[in-house]
């Protein structure tokens, strides 16, 4: 199984920081990997795919980036709607896998 | 729009059977794989299994293989999950997601997720 491990498991920012969030794939995925957002109780939502693919609707402040076994997600200029939890999730092989998440905190 | 409604979801003892179904609407059901992810108390996400379009064929992660069927019902535009032979750590809000192709699948619309709690 390809393992993904995110970095920072947690971090603090404020309203108008950029943050970066790092994703580390066991074995190279090309770029086939995607960015999540979840809030609690709702649905998870897609941000990015294909490394770095914006998904239509989402704000141009998040940013994909990266290939191979190392990937960021960026975030410029954090807005209040950011705080959250956010997953990597490599879709290079079975079984599909997840990062372990990313608390991102006022 | 995309709506995803994940239903079925209870209290139930170790040792029985649930069915998990997920309600479809607007857009062409049959047209897409389609997919179970689960979040365990506390925990991240975790794929459980897919299912292709015409349903002819099924993955399951390791951890439910052999416990757990995926169906679907292209006429009622509708995916289940049967999981059998429930164990305490099958806890899990469970949420059916569609799948967009890419070497295998990522997922651009996800329902609100049923959970499941099982406890004696």
């Known amino acids: 199984d390809i393992q993904m491990t995110q970095s920072p498991s947690t971090v603090s920012a404020s309203i108008g920081d950029r943050v970066n969030i790092t994703c580390r794939a066991s074995?190279?995925?090309?770029?086939?990997l995607a960015w999540y957002q979840h809030k609690p109780g709702q649905a998870p939502n897609l941000l990015i795919y294909?490394?770095?693919l914006l998904q239509g609707g989402v704000p141009s402040r998040f940013r994909g980036s990266g290939s191979g076994t190392e990937f960021t997600l960026t975030i410029n200029s954090l807005q209040p709607d950011d705080f959250a939890t956010y997953y990597c999730?490599?879709?290079?092989?079975?079984?599909?896998?997840f990062g372990q998440g990313t608390r991102l905190d006022i | 729009q995309v709506q995803l409604v994940e239903s079925g979801g209870g209290v139930v003892h170790p040792g029985r059977s649930l069915r998990l179904s997920c309600a479809a609407s607007?857009?062409?059901?049959?047209?897409?794989?389609m997919h179970w992810v689960r979040q365990s108390p506390g925990k991240g996400l975790e794929w459980v299994s897919m299912?292709?379009?015409?349903?002819?064929?099924?993955k399951y992660a390791e951890f439910v293989e052999g416990r757990v069927t995926i169906s679907r019902d292209n006429s009622k535009n509708t995916l289940f999950l049967q999981v059998d032979s429930l164990r305490i750590e099958d806890t899990a809000v469970f949420y059916c997601?569609?799948?967009?192709?890419?070497?295998?699948?990522?997922?651009?619309?996800w329902g609100q997720g049923t959970l499941l709690t099982v406890s004696s």
């Open positions: 294909r490394a770095s």
């Open positions: 607007g857009f062409i059901f049959d047209n897409y794989e």
């Open positions: 997601a569609r799948g967009l192709s890419g070497s295998l699948f990522y997922f651009d619309y």
């Open positions: 074995q190279t995925i090309a770029v086939w």
């Open positions: 999730q490599q879709y290079d092989s079975y079984p599909i896998t």
């Open positions: 299912i292709s379009h015409d349903g002819n064929t099924k």
